[in-house]
């Protein structure tokens, strides 16, 4: 993936970091969600009341792709906190690891987080999760 590529990633995710419904606990994330055919999925939290039925930005993602019938992809940039001007890094969420890998190669699929467009770090998703329970298990 290029640098600037990687750069309009992580600039959507901030973007749509700042749509979150997220009253609840107040911490915003958003997701910019690559697909192998070039567009570009943004997502964000979406939070409930009820808490449970509550929505990661990176499953609104992949999921409003999925919805689109697009399944290939190629990256994700997540970016999350409190406070819009000192972000911390946001790492994917177990449950959200596991949407990853039911979708893209673990030695292919890139995950970018960080703290700003200038300050960030890229990982394979095998890193994320290794040893992971995949669909090819279900193959018989
Ligand atoms: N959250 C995400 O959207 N992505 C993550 O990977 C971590 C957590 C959301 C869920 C909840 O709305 C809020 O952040 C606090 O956990």
């Known amino acids: ?3 600037d590529m990687e750069k309009k990633l992580v600039r959507t995710a901030l973007e ?3 749509r979150a419904y ?22 964000c939290n979406v ?4 808490y449970t039925p509550s929505n990661c930005a990176e499953r ?3 999921f409003k792709a999925v919805s689109e019938e697009v399944t290939d992809f190629e990256a994700i940039a997540i970016f999350g906190g409190y406070d819009d001007t000192e ?7 177990g449950v959200c690891r596991q949407v990853m890998i039911e979708f893209c190669d673990p030695d292919e699929f890139l995950i970018i987080i960080g703290r700003s467009e200038e300050d960030y770090e890229v ?10 329970f995949s669909p090819k298990e279900l193959k018989k």
């Open 123 to 132: 990982h394979t998703l095998r890193e994320m999760l290794p040893l992971s």
């Open 22 to 43: 997220a009253p609840y606990s107040e911490y915003k994330v958003g997701a910019a969600l690559l697909a192998k055919n070039g567009t570009i999925y943004g997502g």
């Open 47 to 50: 939070e409930n009341a009820a």
């Open 87 to 93: 972000l911390k890094t946001c790492a994917p969420c």
């Open 1 to 3: 993936m290029t640098k």
């Open 16 to 18: 749509y970091r700042k």
């Open 60 to 62: 609104t993602a992949f």
